[in-house]
């Protein structure tokens, strides 16, 4: 599983900082999570494949999470896109991508589909044989909700001079992985157990922005391997929590450690402090394996 952050800031777009974009790589999949402006350039600057993004996961419609989604869209096809793209969002995020490629006649050659959202609880948006996702509801000013990117069990891992030495025919290999005991060509049961090694863990992801702190959303992302919780003030400004709905570093390490998530990223900053460090000193006061998002980095579980 790789993360990849293209923009982890609040607001604006500036020389040096991009709104919310991020690519998660998982099992085979490349899934972009939330689009604000810029972020086809944030993808080619990442070497990002565009042909690689066949779903994308909108939070919400404050513009620095979707401005960039209609350029990005426009942008596929003059790239003679045909593959499917699945977007999932808000209600009304068909509406205002339809009215502006309505207004420009530019309407894409390849099939665009929208997976509109109004549930205020969790729901399956997308499942297949290795990946579920999942809607985290969120709290803030408007409609919200985050992701959660879950594997499926993976299959055991075979060990091939086990499984010659024990004499198994090749066409039982699929069901030894799968947990199951089988005979080998003797007819002796052979315990699949051992002549395969443990599975990989399950990983998963929880991206969390925008939102005020809810302890609602803990039950939901319980144990993730990694939580991305945006983080926008710091205490001292907390105040403007309750107004704008966003959460401190210190909110978002509460929520980690309640959850006991393995890692914490945080990220959403608001672009009113100069730098960063103060976020992760901060959270790391209340739970201790935290890192801190930046545009243009990724990081591997
Ligand atoms: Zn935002
Ligand atoms: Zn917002």
Redesign the pocket.
Known sequence: MKLNILGCH?ATPRTNTNPTSQVLEIKNHMFLIDCGEGTQVQLRRNKIKFSRIKHIFI??L?G??YFGLIGLVNTFSLLSRETELHIYGPKGLKEVIMLQMKLSKGWTKYPLIFHELTSKHSELIFEDDKVEVHTIPLN???Y?NGFLFIEKPNDRKLDINAVVEANIDKAYYNKLKQGFDVKNEDGILIDHKKVTWEANPVKSYAFC??TVYDESIIPLIKNVTVLYHESTFLEKNEALCKE???STAKHAATIAKKAEVDTLILGHFSTRYNGYKGFKTEAKAVFNNVLLAKDGISFEF
């Open positions: 609040s939070s919400h404050h620095d999470h803030h000013r408007i919200t922005s925008d704008t709905k966003h």
